[in-house]
């Protein structure tokens, strides 16, 4: 069996075009305009790449888009007192500080300081603890964009064996609360798994989120599966000297024979990201002016 490739960047433009949409009729029925502040500290080169592409996305739908640089030697209390003016600016609906900060800056203390309705990567203590007792929560977005592509392909999953590789705050863990939430049967594996290839070869839905370039292959998964690749890993290009190649944490070639369905890296879980970014800053801003949110773009 060779399995369907699910297209990150169509999929990506379809949500892009519905976020639009709404942006559209929110503007023309309600005169407000959703509008998304990204915080950026320091100049990590892909940072930088991510936060324009965030800022020129965001633009793109319809929004306002509101972009911090500061620079690497930014204090926290300056970086505390810029996302405290966020939080009180009505015109801001949700607010994100680029990962990774720089070391000296607390992640957790800074995430926490945006207040949970405005925090649209979905990473503030408070929408964690929502989400995983079920109740109504900003989702992070990168699990976001895989439960839409695994509903998208599957219709309902309940009743599915999931299995998440990687149990990382930002990814692993939240996305099985989503599986959990829509009714599959959720398992985590991580380093100490026994047996992980066989827990693997049981699993109808395999989302690998583990960090290790193409750990998962083709031996690991179910005839049929469904193969979410969340990996994004540069190695050195195995045939061009003093390349490199962006692979995920899932072999492709091995594993696009066994699956069903299966991500690509690139193009596949990586647009989804951005595009669940402006989903979630259109409910947000729906929430804050208690308006009805749209279908289809959250959990
Ligand atoms: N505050 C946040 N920081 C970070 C997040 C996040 O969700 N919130 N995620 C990542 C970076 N990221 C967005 O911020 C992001 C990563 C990757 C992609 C993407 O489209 N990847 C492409 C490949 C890109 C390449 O060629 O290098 C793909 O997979 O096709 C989008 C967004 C860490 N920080």
Redesign the pocket.
């Known amino acids: 069996m060779t399995g369907k490739i699910i297209d ?2 169509e999929f ?1 433009a379809s949500v892009r075009a519905k976020v639009a949409e709404h942006v559209t009729r929110l503007k023309a029925d309600h005169d407000v305009t959703p509008g998304l502040a ?1 915080v950026l500290v320091g100049q990590d080169a ?2 930088e ?3 324009r ?2 800022g020129k996305s965001t633009l793109e739908v319809g929004m306002n888009s509101y972009e911090h640089k500061l620079p690497a030697d930014t204090s926290e209390a300056d970086l505390l007192a810029l996302i405290n003016q966020l939080n009180e600016d009505p015109a801001v609906h949700g607010i ?5 900060l720089p070391d000296h800056l607390n992640e957790e203390l800074v ?1 926490n300081s945006i207040v949970p309705e405005k925090d649209v ?1 979905g ?1 503030h203590i408070s929408n964690v603890g929502r989400l995983s007792t079920g109740q109504k929560s900003m989702v ?3 699990p976001l964009g895989c439960l839409m592509m695994l509903r998208d392909h599957h219709g309902s999953l309940s009743g599915l064996n999931a299995v998440v590789v990687g149990r990382s705050n ?1 990814v692993g863990k939240p996305m099985a609360n989503l599986l959990l939430k829509d009714s599959c049967t959720v398992t985590i594996a991580h380093s100490r798994t026994k047996d992980i290839e066989a827990l693997c070869r049981t699993a109808d839905i395999v989302v690998a989120a583990v960090g290790r370039p193409e750990m998962v292959t083709g031996e690991w998964i179910k005839d049929g599966a469904t193969v979410i690749d969340v990996g ?1 890993n ?1 190695i050195p290009h195995p045939e061009k000297e003093g390349k490199t190649k ?1 692979v ?1 944490d899932v072999d492709f070639a091995s594993a696009v024979e066994k699956a069903g369905a299966i991500t ?11 595009a669940c ?1 402006l989903a979630n800053t259109v409910t947000a801003c729906c929430r804050a002016n208690g308006l009805d949110e749209p279908d289809g773009l959250t959990a």
């Open positions: 990150g960047k990506a990204v892909a940072s790449v991510y936060v592409n965030k994100l500080c680029q990962l990774p995430i990567d990473f992070p977005c990168t930002i994004i540069r962006l995920g690509p890296v690139p193009g596949g879980v990586g647009p989804m990201t951005i970014l």
